[in-house]
């Protein structure tokens, strides 16, 4: 994908890429070179895993180019931040010679694990907080970390918008943007705002990659993220209107559960690589 255009950031990756998930890692074996540029995993589920195992997902990162997209570092936990954790997550990193680790703009601990991820209040203690936070994980990685816009459910003692809270943590952080698609169309509808509107309120110039990811229809103004659906048509077309507005920059194919057959997500992953290229032309 070296003719696609990407915007200001230095991206890790490039093109069209898939979540590689262990029910899939048989079928994508044997996947056509070129289907998938780029691959990412949670790096907890891979920290530590040996045998076979650990041995397939090695042919794996040998194979493709790689990010990772983190579960459980909660960066707005009022818990201590995990730094062994960190530890571990660098040396995954330097082990599969991966550059680039995200994480979600939210929180899903205290004393344990909750297994969600929950709002940030949108306030300016809250900002302060998790900047610091952030830079303290970059700190230890040495990397520069992105930060993923999130979907919410409740707006918890917000003193500013969701969008006034997302740049101001960048900008205080010093650090990137994973830019969720899905999230910005979910969240519209459960908020009430135009996601086209929000999109052009983002830095662009922070974006690293994107995902985009299929989702559950609840009621009218209630969608549920799930990952575990096709991607929408409203959803390909915001992603379209920000190839337009920021350049093209590297996406990925979120897909959780309810696995279709693996040439139905490859045909997705398709379906990112034509829109990137239609953007860039």
């Known amino acids: 994908m070296s003719d696609i255009r990407s915007s200001g950031v230095r991206h890790a990756v490039q093109g069209a890429g898939l979540g590689l998930r262990r029910d899939l890692m048989k079928e994508l074996q044997t996947?056509?070179?070129?289907?998938?540029?780029?691959?990412?995993?949670?790096?907890?589920?891979?920290?530590?895993?040996?045998?076979?195992?650990?041995r397939q997902f090695r042919a794996f990162t040998e194979r493709y180019p790689f990010v990772c997209h983190g579960l459980s570092l909660s960066i707005g936990s009022p818990a201590p931040l995990d730094e062994a954790l960190l530890h571990d997550i660098r040396?995954?990193?330097?082990?599969?010679?991966?550059?680039?680790?995200?994480?979600?703009?939210?929180?899903?601990?205290?004393?344990?694990?909750?297994?969600?991820?929950?709002?940030i209040?949108?306030?300016?203690?809250?900002?302060?907080?998790?900047?610091?936070?952030v830079s303290r994980a970059q700190d230890i990685l040495g990397r520069r970390i992105a930060l993923e816009n999130a979907s919410y459910y409740a707006s918890i003692g917000a003193e500013m918008s969701e969008l006034e809270f997302i740049n101001a943590v960048l900008a205080?952080?010093?650090?990137?943007?994973?830019?969720?698609?899905?999230?910005?169309?979910v969240n519209s509808v459960n908020h009430a705002y135009d996601p086209v509107n929000f999109l052009r309120g983002l830095p662009g110039e922070r974006i690293v990659y994107a995902h985009v990811a299929g989702h559950y229809k609840e009621a009218e103004d209630l969608i549920v993220d799930t990952h575990g659906a096709d991607v929408i048509d409203p959803v390909w077309s915001l992603l379209d209107t920000a190839y337009r507005h920021f350049g093209v920059f590297p996406t990925l194919l979120e897909r959780d559960f309810n696995f279709p057959p693996v040439e139905r997500l490859l045909a997705e992953v398709d379906t990112i690589r034509r829109i990137q290229t239609g953007a860039w032309r």
């Open 172 to 185: 205080e952080a010093d650090c990137n943007l994973l830019l969720d698609v899905n999230n910005v169309y």
């Open 31 to 54: 996947a056509a070179p070129g289907r998938v540029d780029f691959m990412e995993v949670a790096p907890e589920n891979w920290i530590g895993v040996g045998g076979a195992m650990g």
């Open 121 to 133: 209040p949108f306030t300016e203690e809250a900002v302060h907080y998790v900047a610091g936070r």
């Open 91 to 119: 040396d995954f990193l330097d082990t599969h010679g991966i550059d680039l680790y995200t994480e979600h703009l939210s929180y899903c601990s205290d004393d344990g694990h909750l297994y969600d991820l929950l709002p």
